[in-house]
């Protein structure tokens, strides 16, 4: 029996992929970031240290992605979530529009934050 | 068995048994956590707006409190939900790309005693901070 009609439209493969994709660069970069916090925590936890390190546009970019990709893999993994129960229509697509507003705004306020440098 | 949906305690009780079956919750509740966190760290960090005005006194501020005792155990429980959910990560990215449902649970054991002796090591780096600070008058004779 062929299933090709019956389920939806959307594989979801390429988020499947990209949420791979995603948390291997985390966790790269959430080893760097506990280096940088915890164990030498001076450089994490004091302006000047901070100040100096946000004139390095190399680090400005990191951060950028750093935001892009930790609320993306985070709200995708809650849309994956989402997914796996049956729900109205309307519901999900209620709540898609949420994660990605969410997403929106919580990545403008982290690029404030670090452009504002 | 006989499997009645709407009995949702029967469900839970029937499910969650299994070692595959307590990652897979257990990566959940992290990741949604964690999604919940970086959200906060991100409100957080928004006192580096102000570095113009104030010259960083705000941030220096919050990161003062943020290196209390009681938001650095905070930060060691934040470690326990990272650690498991990028070491489980790990563990379903073995799955899916390198056969790994053939000994998902021995990698399943491996991220709990990985997990926990990280753990322990990164309350060690945690605190030893402020374990220093806070003995440094007993190796100091100048202190005194």
Do not use: A, E, T, Y
């Given at each position: 029996m062929s299933y090709k009609h019956l389920?939806?439209?959307?594989?979801g493969a390429p988020g499947w992929l990209f949420q791979r994709i995603t948390g291997i660069v985390l966790i790269v970069a959430m080893v760097g970031h506990y280096i940088l916090m915890h164990y030498t925590p001076s450089s994490g936890h004091e302006f000047a240290s901070t100040f100096e390190r946000m004139q390095n546009p190399l680090w400005k970019i990191f951060y950028l992605t750093f935001v892009v990709i930790g609320l993306y893999h985070g709200l995708n993994g809650i849309w994956g979530i989402v997914r796996d129960f049956k729900m109205k229509r309307w519901i999900s697509v209620t709540i898609l529009g949420v994660l990605i507003i969410a997403g929106i705004s919580f990545a403008t306020l982290g690029f404030m934050n670090v452009l504002v440098f | 068995m006989k499997f009645f949906q709407h009995n949702w305690t029967k469900v839970l009780i029937a499910y969650h048994r299994f070692a595959g079956s307590w990652a897979w919750i257990l990566h959940r509740i992290t990741g949604i956590a964690l999604t919940g966190y970086i959200m906060l760290h991100i409100i957080a960090l928004?006192?580096?707006?102000?570095h113009k005005i104030d010259n960083g006194k705000a941030f220096n501020e919050e990161m003062a409190l943020f290196s209390s005792p009681f938001f650095l155990f905070l930060e060691w429980l934040l470690f326990a939900f990272v650690i498991f959910h990028s070491l489980n990560g790990i563990r379903i990215v073995l799955i899916d790309f390198a056969n790994g449902a053939r000994y998902q649970k021995k990698l399943h054991y491996a991220v709990l005693t990985i997990g926990i002796i990280a753990f322990l090591v990164m309350g060690y780096v945690i605190f030893s901070h402020q374990l220093n600070e806070s003995t440094a008058f007993l190796f100091s004779p100048t202190n005194k």
């Open positions: 389920g939806s439209r959307n594989s | 928004s006192s580096l707006q102000k």
